[in-house]
């Protein structure tokens, strides 16, 4: 998720120094919300890793 983050906020870096607003803000918003995405499943993951498995 981490990766495509990246990726879609270079996209958006690019994008605005060749002026291109509207892809950049469709770029910008798309790398948030895999961040967003990516940085929740981190912490869901992190806590399941750590219950003991079952008897």
Do not use: D, E, K, Y
Not at 20 to 45: E, R
């Amino acid at each position: 998720m981490f990766g495509w983050a990246i990726t879609f906020l270079i996209v958006a870096l690019v994008a605005g120094l060749l002026g291109f607003s509207g892809i950049a803000g469709v770029a910008t918003n798309i790398a948030w919300i895999l961040f967003v995405v990516g940085l929740i499943m981190a912490v869901v993951f992190f806590l399941m890793g750590r219950r003991r498995p079952p008897l």
